[in-house]
């Protein structure tokens, strides 16, 4: 069956239907969207139990009152390029918990991770909590949510990289 690449607007990762300008949804012919399998579903409720998470709301108002905190997108490189939350940093999930200790060197520092839709970033939050990290929320909803709420964004200069060690 032909696999067909397009472009949409919701859902939850880069693979999902919700990363606006350059979302890639996978469609079979005649099946709709590419929907997360029930493992990985299954995974992600079992994770989010052990993880808190924050709304997007509260994490403007932590950024509006200027408190001290690390704000982190965990998404992959071209969607960080494609925009991102005002005041993100830029650690993918494909490097965080290799690279988390030389960039964050406070274990008990406060960070909030965010991602598509609130899955990856949990997931990396498990992972850092399990490497001592104490202070870790993850933002519900992602940067879905965020832009669905009109929240700022920001987009890097051209020809900037996002964060590669």
């Given at each position: 069956?032909?696999?067909?690449?397009?472009?949409?607007?919701?859902?939850?990762?880069y693979?999902?239907?919700?990363?606006?300008?350059?979302?890639?949804?996978?469609?079979?012919e005649?099946?709709?969207?590419?929907?997360?399998?029930?493992?990985?579903?299954?995974?992600?409720?079992?994770?989010?139990?052990?993880?808190?998470?924050?709304?997007?709301?509260?994490?403007?108002?932590?950024?509006?009152?200027?408190?001290?905190?690390?704000?982190?997108?965990?998404?992959?490189?071209?969607?960080?390029?494609?925009?991102?939350?005002?005041?993100?940093?830029?650690?993918?999930?494909?490097?965080?918990?290799?690279?988390?200790?030389?960039?964050?060197?406070?274990?008990?520092?406060p960070?909030?991770?965010?991602?598509?839709?609130?899955?990856?970033?949990?997931?990396?939050?498990?992972?850092?909590?399990?490497?001592?990290?104490?202070?870790?929320?993850?933002?519900?909803?992602?940067?879905?949510?965020?832009?669905?709420?009109?929240?700022?964004?920001?987009?890097?200069?051209?020809?900037?990289?996002?964060?590669?060690?």
């Open positions: 069956m032909p696999v067909r690449l397009t472009d949409s607007s919701q859902g939850c990762c693979k999902c239907p919700g990363n606006q300008k350059f979302s890639i949804l996978r469609k079979i005649g099946s709709g969207p590419m929907k997360h399998s029930e493992a990985f579903e299954r995974l992600v409720t079992e994770i989010k139990s052990q993880v808190t998470e924050i709304s997007p709301q509260d994490v403007v108002k932590k950024l509006d009152s200027k408190e001290k905190f690390r704000f982190v997108d965990v998404r992959e490189d071209h969607e960080w390029l494609e925009g991102h939350a005002k005041g993100a940093e830029h650690i993918s999930r494909g490097i965080i918990e290799r690279d988390i200790e030389k960039l964050i060197p406070d274990y008990g520092a960070i909030v991770l965010y991602c598509g839709g609130g899955y990856r970033s949990a997931l990396a939050a498990v992972n850092i909590q399990k490497m001592g990290f104490t202070n870790v929320l993850s933002m519900a909803g992602g940067i879905r949510e965020w832009r669905e709420l009109g929240l700022p964004e920001e987009t890097p200069a051209p020809g900037s990289v996002p964060y590669v060690k």
